[in-house]
Every structure is written in C-alpha cells, then in structure tokens.
C-alpha cells in the first residue's frame, strides 16, 4: 500500500500541483475509503495544501516566506538553511481522507510539492490506509 | 466512520476550540482506541493545537502570526494573501490519538480551529481510525 | 500499540534527535509496515523532521525562528508567547512510514523533539498502525 511519485522540480522554488498525481494511485491502489498519507523525505522541501485556482496565490506564498525568513545570520556552509526553515514550517507530512474512491479535498484545496532549493530530482511518498 | 462538523466564525481572525465537538463524535462513532483524523477543507483556514486555559496565548498567536506576515506586496487580488500562508504554515491536517474512548491531549492542550479569512461558514472533517 | 517516551530537555531552546528511540520502540512491539504517529502533548514544544548530518541547520533553525517571532506586544503574563506560537508553527502532530521494521525516513532526515521553554520534562507519544 505504498508508493514513490518521482518529482522533478526546474526552479530554485517551485510549487507542484501533486494532486492528479496521488489520486492516480488513488485508483491503481483501488482503495475506496481511508487515508492517504503524503511523506516528503528531503529536508528543503515540503508538502502543503492551498489555493488550486489562482496561480498568483502560490507566487504570494513563496514572497511572504522569502520576506519571513531571510537568508541572513546563518552558519550551515550549504547557504540553503531558509530552505530548511520552510521545510519544517510547512513540514514534510500530510494526511487527506479518501472517500468513494477519491482524495476527498476542499473545492479550492490542491495538494502542493513544495520546492525550496532546487532544481532537484525529488520524490513523493504514499501510504494508503483503508477503513 | 468519517463525518462533518459545521463551524460558523463571526470574526475576520479568530480561533475555536473544538474539543468538546471532536469527543462528542468520538462518543457517538463509539471509538475506544485509535486515532482522529481532522482535516480543514479550506485554503484561508487552519487546525492547531494550543493552549485551552489563558485566552491570551491565543490573542498572542494572532498577534504574532500579523507581524510575521504583514499584507504587503502581494498579487492575488482578493486581498487574502496572508490568510493562505497562515493556512499553510499551520496546516489543515492534524491526527491526534484516542485512548479509552477520549480525545489523547496534552493537559493544557486545545485543538482549534484558526479562521484567518472570516467571517464565514466552515467545515472540519473528522475520520476516526480504530486500532 | 501505545506508548510514551520520556523527554529531558536542558535548556530554553534546543532540537534533541528522537530517531533512535523511535526505532527502538517499533522494534519492541514488532511492528513490520504500517504508519508512526508522533504526538507532543505541550503548547510550548513541536516535533518536526529535518537534517540529522550539520547540526549547524538545527542551530540555523532555532536562530531564524527567533528573528520571525521576536518577543514582543505580548499580553500572555507567562511571557512565554513566541514559545507557544513556534508550537503551533512546527505542530506537534507527524506521521512518518514505517517500511520492513525501520522507521522509513528520507537519507538526511531525523526526527526532532522540539523544545522552546525548557528546561522541562517532557513525553513524546507514539501509536503504531500496521497495515
């Protein structure tokens, strides 16, 4: 019951729309009703949910994180430790329910691959638990 | 094993606490051991766990939560920008355990439901998983 | 399939690598495939996952925590706000996989007890489900 969805980010920060993505698991998996856990195993990205309309909501979310933690006053030789900040501030673990064999998600709600220092080869893992 | 609780808030920022609603479905679906699954099917709102005694700290975490992200510079023309990073820094998803037939918080621990975007009428799902 | 592990924290602030203790837990009660629910029960702590290699991310992550959430307009008298508020921030509620008896986590990752109004004695609890 579980699984790796490979992700290719192109950007230094990027949000990626996983949601058709996890509900095609969703279907090869045949689970009707459950919960579907999301884990990101990398420490500068992260797994949110927000607006699937408007593109300009992501833009505005990566601005106000770039204004909320600066890259200033840090130590780790690597010069990404905002990203690290991010990661744990959106954290790298989600669950959604699962009902009538979808990913039962808010009307304007997408599941979001979040991105922080790439470009980078990354991945998205699912477990899926069914009632 | 999954139901809705509906959530009216009067406020523009404002948070509920819905511990008494939370174990009364559990009381209902009869859960003894497990764990609550809450999920927030809205992209300007949130779910937290915080303190249930001094109504200060959660003045003080609206308080706090407006200086780290001042609505300024932002694209997405409903003006709510702030509201969707506050979604997202505190998440819509949470699990928290059920032992001998209760909701398994700490001692000074509420969960709350966090209208960043009111007022409006809201929903939180519950999905309880029995061991 | 419950259990607690005690935490000792030494001083205000400080990130203490709960993976080994975890592991140790899965191994004692067997369990091969299913899900790890991590759960803090204080208003003043956090659990997240981030680098278990430089621990000079961690030290990164707890000084840009202090320039988001600097102390001040507070009203709640413990004068311990932006504790509570770096709470809310992280959570205190994670899942990671367990996959063939190991705790299934992402190369450089670790899994942090986050202490943010220490010295205390604090619990983190775990429930296992297997699949």
């Known amino acids: 019951m579980s699984s790796t969805i490979p992700v290719t980010t192109h950007k230094k920060e990027e949000f990626i729309n996983m949601t058709p993505r996890?509900?095609?698991?969703?279907?090869?998996?045949?689970?009707?009703?459950g919960l579907c856990h999301l884990f990101i195993p990398?420490?500068?990205?992260?797994?949110?949910?927000?607006?699937?309309?408007?593109p300009d909501v992501i833009t505005d979310i990566l601005h106000g994180l770039s204004t909320m933690v600066p890259n200033q006053g840090f130590k780790h030789r690597e010069g990404n430790s905002p990203a690290h900040i991010r990661s744990s501030l959106f954290g790298v673990s989600l669950n959604v329910p699962i009902h009538n064999g979808e990913l039962k998600l808010g009307i304007w709600q997408g599941?979001?691959?979040?991105e922080f220092d790439g470009p980078r080869d990354r991945q998205m893992w699912i477990s899926l638990f069914p009632f």
Not at 111 to 114: K, S
């Open 42 to 54: 990398h420490t500068t990205a992260a797994v949110t949910i927000n607006e699937n309309a408007d």
């Open 111 to 114: 599941v979001y691959f979040c």
């Open 22 to 33: 996890i509900q095609k698991e969703i279907n090869v998996q045949g689970v009707q009703n």
